[in-house]
């Protein structure tokens, strides 16, 4: 069974910064976009970030674009969300989730790691 | 930036009913750019629908979707009790995805 497994949450004050990763043991990791998808407590699911696959071009949502930077390491598996200038509005459930090439749907998602941003 | 607009907010029926959610689009969506998502209380989203009517893995028949430019359904032919959840829609265009607000499903 497809699994990704979200880490790298936890508390930081407003401004600050942070890692999210995401890994998986999918061998074809690098055929596939992956994305960011965030959750604020009691709120709907919200696109943050996407990745295509081996070619690398990114897309934000407005609310992060110049904040945040999605990237991928295909030799690890592996899917970053590096998140800068932290706001209070940035807390959330982070998810991270897959696209299968040309399709734009997220068909497999990992259980989310938690950000809090406050003072 | 496309707007999804789900409604209703929530919808209460028993098992055996049959439930019709909405998705209304602020401008026309590729049919093939259109999902659907079952999130439950304390989980992760899980892919119901793709391509508008496509059941992803494992879906029973009993959920199913249509529409196209602006009006999209979700239909849950006959509520089972494991239905009670939250469920989106999703779309994708000009390298921009985003999610209606979720239609709440609670089973009496």
């Known amino acids: 069974e497809v699994q990704f497994l979200e880490s790298g949450g936890g508390l930081v004050q407003p401004g600050g910064f942070l890692r999210l990763s995401c890994v998986t043991s999918?061998?074809?990791?690098?055929?596939?976009?992956m994305s960011w998808v965030r959750q604020a407590p009691g709120k709907g699911l919200e696109w943050v970030s996407t990745?295509?696959?081996?070619?690398?071009?990114?897309f934000y949502s407005d609310s992060v674009k110049g904040r945040f930077t999605i990237s991928r390491d295909n030799s690890k598996n592996t899917l970053f969300l590096q998140m800068d200038s932290l706001r209070t509005e940035d807390t959330a459930v982070y998810y991270c989730?897959?696209?299968?090439?040309?399709?734009?749907?997220?068909?497999?998602w990992g259980q989310g790691t938690r950000l809090t941003v406050s003072s | 930036e496309v707007v999804l607009t789900q409604s209703p907010g929530t919808l209460s029926l028993s098992p055996g009913e049959r439930a019709t959610l909405s998705c209304r689009a602020s401008q026309s969506v590729r049919t093939s750019y259109l999902a659907w998502y079952q999130q439950k209380p304390g989980q992760s989203p899980r892919l119901l629908m793709f391509g508008t009517s496509n059941r992803a893995t494992g879906i029973p028949d009993r959920f199913s979707g249509s529409g196209s430019g602006t009006d999209f359904t979700l239909t849950i032919s006959r509520l089972e009790p494991e239905d009670s959840a939250v469920y989106y829609c999703?779309?994708?265009?000009?390298?921009?995805?985003?999610f209606g607000q979720g239609t709440k499903v609670e089973i009496k």
């Open positions: 989730a897959r696209s299968l090439p040309f399709h734009r749907h997220f068909d497999y």
């Open positions: 999918e061998v074809t990791f690098s055929s596939f976009a």
């Open positions: 990745i295509r696959s081996s070619a690398g071009a990114t």
């Open positions: 999703q779309q994708y265009d000009d390298s921009s995805w985003t």
